[in-house]
């Protein structure tokens, strides 16, 4: 891990708050893997990577393996994850991301930003991500498809800050565990959405391209994991 100081990570605040596991849905290690080798495409050598709503910090792990130089920094609610995360990031901050996106952005962001953010208070989590993104910056969630879909975003986010790519998951993740101890999925369809902040002067993109060509195939065909 690196050992160059970070205004960041020198932050390590901690904000008491009660274990709440509402909306925690831990992403399959074979996914978060396939989502890193889709984004090193094009994003190269990121200086600072942050996951927020890290849970245990599966994407920040597979991030250490695809830009072994960048510095990776974990933003968590649940105090139970904290010593997880001290295995993989170089900085762990345990609280609101809502709040510490802020903190973030003044200490001069992040170059990428990735996870799966919780369902509910998922558009809170990209408008707060978005802030913290400098002029270049990528931010890349894991959300359902259906997210495209809804009139309060169609009319306010979409509007605001479409995304460049949407990459469509080829197989439903199973992200826990039934009664009999096998995985299942929420039979629900996802994507990976990625926004690019433009420069300085240019605008958001007016079209999101959907690349069902090059859906993103995860793991073998017939295996759950």
Known sequence: ?????????????????????????????????????????????????????????????????????????????????????????????????????????ERGGANLILGNPPYKPAEAHIRAAL????????????????????IERALGLWQEFPPSDVHPIAQRPSFRKNKKGKRSSDMTEYGLYVWVHPQPGEPWPEHTRLHTKRSLVWRERGRRT
């Not at 993104?133 to 809804?150: D, E, K, S, T």
């Open 1 to 105: 891990m690196s050992t160059t100081a970070d205004p960041i990570t020198e932050m390590e605040a901690h904000e008491h708050v009660e274990d709440n596991p509402h909306d925690d849905f831990p992403t399959p290690l074979l996914l978060a893997q396939a989502i890193c080798r889709r984004l090193a495409e094009t994003v190269h050598e990121p200086l600072r990577i942050v996951e927020p709503s890290a849970n245990d910090g599966v994407f920040l792990a597979c991030a250490r393996e695809t830009w072994p130089g960048a510095r990776l920094i974990a933003v968590e609610l649940q105090p139970k994850y904290e010593a997880a995360l001290r295995e993989r990031a170089d900085g762990v901050l345990i609280g609101d991301w809502l709040a510490f996106a802020q903190l973030i952005a």
């Open 131 to 150: 802030r913290a993104l400098p002029p270049g910056g990528v931010l890349a969630l894991l959300l359902r498809i259906n997210f495209v879909a809804g």
